[in-house]
């Protein structure tokens, strides 16, 4: 069956340090979303991807973020400059036109 | 604005007994309504949905939800628990079809006594 990957699965930095987290959406599928989940917290919206551009995104998701679809098959967030407090779980997902996300393992960040 | 609530933050109970996991809702249109389970260092596995027609969904591992239109609900049971059933559920309420980000509840840990 297929599923979305992502990678690394654990990323530790430091402070003011910039990460790629990756994700390979299911080939079919044409949304992409990324998700974080702080520690002991419920899941949160960061921003969706279609057709090559940002559809929506949250507060959380502001100048510091970004999202590309460099080739084909991947999807990446960057974080430019990484606080304490982007420490999370960040999960990538994907959809068709229909409405179910499919979610991958997570990439969990660490910002020292 | 879309909300969801998860009324327990924390359930128990024994090997063999009924699963009642709580979710209400608001949204300002008929909303699609999802289950995810996370089992722990694990991503989130889609256990059910309800978009359209029967209120009543099946979906894995004998799980079923109901959604309830006049309650804003969508509690998700299990008629028997297993030891394997342990982990975060969280339900999430989508206002769209397609391309919508969900709105995810607080999540419910499921504890499975022997």
């Known amino acids: 069956e297929p599923e979305v990957t992502q990678t690394p699965s654990h990323q530790v930095t430091q402070m003011g340090q910039e990460v790629i987290l990756r994700c390979v959406p299911i080939?079919?599928?044409?949304?992409f979303y990324w998700y974080r989940q702080i520690l002991g917290q419920k899941v949160e919206f960061l921003v969706s991807?279609?057709?090559?551009?940002?559809?929506?995104k949250s507060e959380i998701f502001d100048d510091q973020f970004s999202v590309e679809r460099p080739d084909g098959s991947n999807f990446t967030l960057k974080i430019r400059s990484t606080k304490l407090e982007d420490s999370a779980m960040y999960f990538c997902a994907s959809s068709e036109w229909q409405e179910t996300q499919y979610f991958g393992p997570g990439t969990r960040l660490l910002v020292l | 604005a879309q909300s969801v609530t998860q009324l327990g933050s924390h359930v128990s109970v024994s090997e063999g007994a009924l699963v009642l996991l709580r979710c209400n809702y608001s949204?300002?249109?008929?909303?699609?309504l999802f289950w995810y389970v996370q089992y722990p260092n694990q991503g989130l596995q889609l256990l059910l949905k309800y978009t359209t027609g029967a209120t009543l969904v099946k979906g894995i591992n004998g799980f079923e939800a109901e959604f309830k239109k006049s309650e804003t609900s969508f509690h998700l049971t299990k008629p028997s628990a297993h030891m394997s059933d342990a982990a975060e559920y969280f339900c999430?309420?989508?206002?769209?079809?397609?391309?919508?980000?969900?709105?995810f509840g607080p999540g419910t840990r499921l504890s499975v006594l022997p």
């Open positions: 999430a309420v989508s206002e769209r079809s397609y391309g919508q980000n969900f709105v």
């Open positions: 080939s079919n599928h044409l949304y």
């Open positions: 949204s300002s249109v008929p909303p699609y």
């Open positions: 991807f279609y057709n090559n551009e940002i559809s929506e």
